[in-house]
């Protein structure tokens, strides 16, 4: 299992571990967007920006070289330790085909608050609680809304990603694999691959 850690500049860490799940507890709330949207740390004065460091660690110099089960970007457990001691976790997931809007809903042990989609702009997103989410300077309640869903754990549950998508308590599908294959009436096969006259559908 990779893991990189970064003590920042600002007297925080930023630590992120290769692994494809991450478990939350009965009663949690969480946010389901693009972390490019609310996770960042600025001091202007000093030049820190948390997403520069962020990203600096998914896409090191050596990127092309490493394989993909060390490739950080695809997907990965992030973890925050704030300069003044409080944490900040997530789990992000790269798309399947990069930017745009995905259909976001609850799974096997969630229910939906808020939402029903997710924005994606830095081709990737993430699973975090809301009230870490909601330290960050830049979040705004779009997030809750517009760009992202909110779910509540109604019993304890685990969300797991792949490269592509979100599963388990929470389902977001960005290769298309969700969908049901349209067949024919007639042959029974695809649709895209049966000879079988179109005015017979």
Same mark, same amino acid.
């Given at each position: 299992m990779k893991i990189e850690t970064r003590a920042l500049k600002n007297g925080g860490t930023l630590t992120m571990v290769k692994t494809d799940s991450m478990r939350f507890k009965k009663g949690d709330v969480v946010l389901? @967007? &693009?972390? *490019?949207y609310w996770f960042d740390d600025e001091d202007k004065e000093s030049g !820190? &920006?948390?997403w520069h460091e962020f990203c600096d660690m998914m896409f090191p110099d050596n990127y092309s070289e490493l394989s993909y089960d060390e490739k950080?970007?695809?997907y990965c457990f992030v973890k925050y330790v704030h300069p003044n001691g409080d944490e900040t976790e997530f789990l992000f997931t790269s798309t399947a085909y990069g930017d745009g809007g995905y259909i976001c809903?609850? $799974?096997?042990s969630t229910k939906g608050i808020s939402g029903g989609n997710v924005s994606v702009d830095a081709g990737c997103f993430a699973v975090v609680l809301l009230s870490s989410a909601k330290r960050f300077e830049k979040f705004d %309640? %779009?997030?809750? @809304?517009?760009?992202g869903s909110? !779910?509540? !754990?109604?019993?304890? $549950? #685990?969300?797991? #990603?792949? $490269?592509? %998508?979100m599963t388990g308590a929470i389902? *977001?599908?960005t290769d298309g694999s969700d969908e049901e294959e349209e067949l024919c009436y007639d042959c029974g096969e695809s649709l895209?691959? *049966?000879?079988c006259d179109e005015d017979d559908w």
């Open positions: 389901v @967007t &693009d972390p *490019c !820190f &920006d948390l950080l970007y695809t809903e609850w $799974g096997d %309640n %779009n997030l809750q @809304t517009v760009h909110v !779910f509540e !754990f109604y019993k304890d $549950g #685990v969300v797991r #990603v792949d $490269g592509a %998508n389902e *977001c599908y895209d691959w *049966c000879d």
